[in-house]
């Protein structure tokens, strides 16, 4: 089984950073792509990034454009998040997600990081 294991959250101010790293382990398997989502309280799971594994191309949530940078490192499997100026509508949980191939979506995830930008 493959696992996703997360790191790097924590309790910023308005405008700071934080990078988030998430990292398979556990049974090899082949990744089309890798992504951030993250769910506030009372909210719904959304969608924040992802990466294409193969080619590198990158997709963002409107919300975040300019702000948060996915990266890859295709030799770990690890996925990055660096999130800069970060707002207090940012706060929320933080999950990492594996898309592999075969699978019609995103079917494995991270335990997920508490993300709390104060005010």
């Known amino acids: 089984q493959v696992q996703l294991v997360e790191s790097g959250g924590g309790l910023v101010q308005v405008g700071d950073s934080l990078r988030l790293s998430c990292e398979a382990s556990?049974?090899?398997?082949?990744?089309?792509?890798m992504g951030w989502f993250r769910q506030a309280p009372g909210k719904e799971r959304e969608f924040v990034g992802s990466?294409?594994?193969?080619?590198?191309?990158?997709y963002y949530a409107d919300s975040v454009k300019g702000r948060f940078t996915i990266s890859r490192h295709k030799v770990k499997t690890a996925v990055y998040l660096q999130m800069n100026s970060l707002k207090p509508e940012d706060t929320a949980v933080y999950y990492c997600?594996?898309?592999?191939?075969?699978?019609?979506?995103?079917?494995?995830w991270g335990q997920g990081t508490q993300v709390t930008v104060s005010s």
């Open positions: 990466i294409r594994w193969s080619g590198g191309n990158t």
């Open positions: 556990g049974r090899p398997f082949s990744t089309y792509a």
């Open positions: 997600a594996a898309h592999q191939v075969g699978s019609q979506d995103y079917n494995r």
